[in-house]
């Protein structure tokens, strides 16, 4: 398939990934329309702090022209990190130097700068994709469940774990990984959840245990933000009503009996509704033979155990095919074939480094091997 002025790029999902490929290509005069289901940029919360590392998501923020706006939005002391164990012992605490390489930025602020850097009417709203079809020399035709349809040249899929681009290019599905996190938040800490807010200090805080955690981060005004983790089948959280809040975060608190009450009250003190976020995964090795016309990226293209990588990664992927297309001009076969002989290879390893991370936080040697593991990166 050749590219010329009139070829039309559309890219499913304005999430981190779907954006900084937007914005790549437009920096670079290349015009792109990107569908998203939301309503608006405002519809949701769009989660809590991310870590932003130097050997991808930065520099796909470079790629992107946001570098400087990106460190407008550092929080202080965000790379600050503490082990506890589950007896409220500090065992690993790290403080932020601003030498770790991964400072901590909110994910809607930065999704809000790339938003910001794309010209109006390149993110098209309220469009949920209901299905693709193929049409035949990489052409497809995408429809949404508010009636519209849509013929496109490429079709790009950043369109997450449960993407509907993906079939078109594998039988895949993410599969559930044996462990849940449940959501939750503790705010105007330091005035009221004194002792936890010093446990979880000015970064993030781990304290972990064979299948099982309690992992917490800093935002901004005293916000601690709360995931406990849990291995145990999607059965015994079907068990658990998580719209009485209550009484849900009391029975998740029965499985941490006995561990510190600064710990504990992350838990039971929460005061948002908890939400249960089961960990779904697509295989390690996942990959697909080249089609004309279509691709993937992010979550999409490698949905994996979260280990601080996957916006990265998703920012990272977005600012590599963008870069490829504007490699190969005239030839988005080509762009697609180099992208994704990178992909490959960088995602996979992404993925069996986060099992490894998986088992060092939750394996039946935790919490020594996380603590093993910090030394090890001090030193």
């Known amino acids: 398939m050749q590219q010329s002025n009139q070829t039309s790029i559309t890219i499913i999902g304005a999430g981190l990934g779907g954006l900084t490929l937007a914005r790549v290509l437009y920096i670079h005069g290349i015009k792109s329309v990107v569908y998203e289901e939301e309503a608006s940029p405002n519809a949701r919360s769009q989660g809590g702090m991310l870590d932003i590392h130097e050997h991808n998501g930065q520099i796909a923020l470079k790629d992107a022209g946001l570098y400087e706006k990106f460190l407008e939005l550092i929080m202080q002391g965000g790379q600050a990190t503490r082990v506890l164990g589950k007896d409220g012992k500090v065992l690993v605490d790290e403080p932020d130097d601003g030498t770790g390489g991964r400072p901590e930025v909110k994910r809607g602020e930065l999704r809000r700068i790339l938003l910001e850097s794309l010209p109006a009417g390149t993110v098209v709203w309220n469009h ?78 781990f304290s972990t245990a064979p299948g099982k955690g309690i992992l917490a981060h800093r935002e901004h005004g005293g916000t601690l933000h709360t995931y406990i983790a849990l291995s145990k089948p999607l059965e015994w959280f079907a068990t658990i009503d998580f719209d009485k809040s209550e009484q849900a975060l009391s029975r998740i608190a029965e499985e941490f009996k006995g561990w510190a009450p600064e710990l504990t009250a992350l838990i039971t003190c929460g005061e948002t509704k908890p939400i249960a976020r089961p960990l779904h995964t697509l295989p390690v090795d996942v990959k697909w033979e080249r089609i004309p016309g279509v691709t993937l990226l992010g979550d999409a293209a490698h949905l994996m155990i979260p280990s601080g990588e996957g916006a990265n990664l998703a920012m990272l992927d977005g600012a590599e095919l963008g870069k490829a297309i504007v490699a190969h001009p ?9 992208y994704e002989k990178e992909l490959f290879p960088r995602s996979t390893a992404e993925a069996r480094e986060s099992l490894r991370m998986h088992e060092i936080l939750f394996g039946e040697n935790a919490p020594e091997t996380l603590v093993d593991f910090f030394t090890s990166v001090k030193s």
């Open 128 to 205: 949920k994709i209901t299905s693709v079809t193929s049409l035949g020399e990489g052409k497809h035709q995408v429809n949404f469940a508010n009636g519209k349809t849509i013929t496109t040249d490429l079709l790009i899929g950043a369109d997450g774990a449960w993407s509907k681009v993906r079939p078109l290019l594998c039988k895949e599905k993410p599969s559930y990984s044996g462990t849940t996190f449940i959501e939750t938040y503790l705010h105007e800490a330091d005035k009221n959840y004194r002792t936890s807010a010093k446990a979880v200090g000015e970064g993030s805080l």
């Open 330 to 338: 005239g030839n988005i076969e080509a762009a697609l074939a180099a």
